[in-house]
């Protein structure tokens, strides 16, 4: 929930300043969100925290494009 858009915020280049206003949500629940993250993914800096969510869009964003170029063929290939 929170703490996957949180990271992705983070991956996008959003600030720990940015997140409450983006989300509506008090600077207070994005620490406490943040000590959650910290502690699942072992990172111990909000630079690690940035990078961590970076790779993890990337590898995401990968996963979906290989996805919809599967769709595109099978239609490519039902249409000929």
């Not at 949180?6 to 280049?13: D, H, P, S, T, V």
């Not at 940035?50 to 249409?79: D, H, I, N, P, T």
Request: glycine share 8%; charged share 25%.
């Amino acid at each position: 929930g929170s703490e996957r858009i949180i990271l992705r915020y983070y991956a996008e280049g959003y600030t720990v300043k940015d997140i409450p206003n983006l989300l509506f949500i008090s600077a207070g629940t994005v620490k406490g969100h943040n000590s959650h993250i910290y502690s699942k993914l072992g990172v111990d800096s909000y630079d690690a925290l940035k990078a961590y969510g970076f790779q993890s869009c990337s590898q995401l964003l990968a996963a979906s494009s290989e996805r919809v170029m599967g769709m595109v063929k099978r239609r490519e290939r039902k249409a000929a």
